[in-house]
Structure formats: C-alpha cells, structure tokens
T-cell receptor, first 109, second 115 residues
C-alpha cells in the first residue's frame, strides 16, 4: 500500500531551527510537496522536489532523497507565525497526491 | 498562481438536509478536486471533478452522497446530501494547472457543522 509518515507534533523555540521529516512509500514517484496550513485556513504551497537534493527558499528549505524515500522541511529563524501544520504529499505513478497526516508545529517564545 | 474561491465559508446544518458548496477558479485549471479534512486530520480526496461528465470518486465516496458538477473549466459544485453529524468537516476545493506535477491550489475551505 501507499503510505506517508511524518511526526504528529513538534515544538521549537522562536529564532531556532526545526526539521520536519517525511518518509513515503508509493507506487511510483513523481515528486513530493510540502504545504503549510494555519489553523482554520486552507493549505498553501511551500515547495516541490522531484530531484535529489536541497532546495532553498528563504527561511524554508526542502530536501529529498529518492533512494531512501525520505524528505524533510527545514525552517530557520523560526517566527511565531510559523506555528502551523505542515503537510507532506507524495505524487504517485498516476499523479495522485498521497497526503501525510501533517505535523503540527508549535513555536514557543 | 490560481485563486480559488469557495462559498459558503461555513455553515451549520440540520441532520438530513443537503448543502451545496460552490467553487470558482480565476484561471483555466485543467483539473479540479474536492477534498475533505476532518478535525486534526489530513486531506482525504473525495473526487476529481470532470468537466461536462461524471466525477471520478475515490474509494469510500459515492455520487449519491456527494454529487459533483463541473459545467465548465472554472466552476464546480459539491453537494453533501442527507447530512449526518459524521459529515461535519472542512470541504476544500482545489485546482491544478496543466502539468501533471503542477502545484495544487486550494480554496479557503467550507467548514460544515451538522447538528
């Protein structure tokens, strides 16, 4: 079957760095998305990786290892507004999105 | 990037009634989808809305319960029929541009509470 695993909840301190991991098992693979979702709002796109390596976008970076079925989202210089859920979603061979349950990130002052 | 508008943003409904959610995109996206997100959980795909034909439903979702229309490229509706408290959820419309691995855009969501 197809499966996405990510931690349920993480806590970090304002100004620090946090890494949210995601492992996936899919039938075929056509890339991986990270979305941010604030409470009560719709998900918003953060990143898309299809090749191995690190993609940096300001304070946020996303990494992919296809051979390990593994990705992470790295958030630097954490701000209180980064408190949100972070959803990992892999694209399978039929271009369907397989969603993780999301990681709730709590930022403390 | 596409902007997707949904309405209503929230509603409180009585058991046994039906509610239709409308979704409008501002550009010609190729594919439109309807998701459900129950409290504290991730997104579950209900169906792919196909222009001018019946939607493609995922396992566990049926047309009688969730009829979907998509009369043109930029508009779709989802009806939640004969509602029960278990249908209380956020329903999200989403759209994707032509590329298979293109970014998925989401509407603001419709939060339904069924009493």
């Amino acid at each position: 079957g197809q499966n996405i695993d990510q931690p349920t909840e993480m806590t970090a301190t304002e100004g620090a760095i946090v890494q949210i991991n995601c492992t996936y098992q899919t039938s075929g693979f056509n890339g991986l998305f990270w979305y941010q979702q604030h409470a009560g709002e719709a998900p918003t796109f953060l990143s898309y990786n299809v090749l191995d390596g690190l993609e940096e976008k300001g304070r946020f970076s996303s990494f992919l290892s296809r051979s390990k079925g593994y990705s992470y989202l790295l958030l630097k210089e954490l701000q209180m507004k980064d408190s949100a859920s972070y959803l990992c979603a892999a694209v399978d061979s039929n271009y369907q999105l397989i969603w993780g349950a999301g990681t709730k990130l709590i930022i403390k002052p | 990037s596409a902007v997707i508008s949904q309405k209503p943003s929230r509603d409180i409904c009585q058991r046994g009634t039906s509610l239709t959610i409308q979704c409008q995109v501002d550009s010609q996206v190729t594919m439109m989808f309807w998701y459900r997100q129950q409290p504290g959980q991730s997104l579950t795909l209900i169906a792919t809305a196909n222009q001018g034909s019946e939607a493609t439903y995922e396992s566990g979702f049926v047309i009688d319960k969730f009829p979907i229309s998509r009369p043109n490229l930029t508009f779709s509706t989802l009806t939640v029929s004969n509602m029960s408290p278990e249908d209380s959820s956020i329903y999200l419309c989403s759209g994707k541009e032509a590329r298979d691995t293109g970014e998925l855009f989401f509407g603001e969501g419709s939060r339904l509470t069924v009493l």
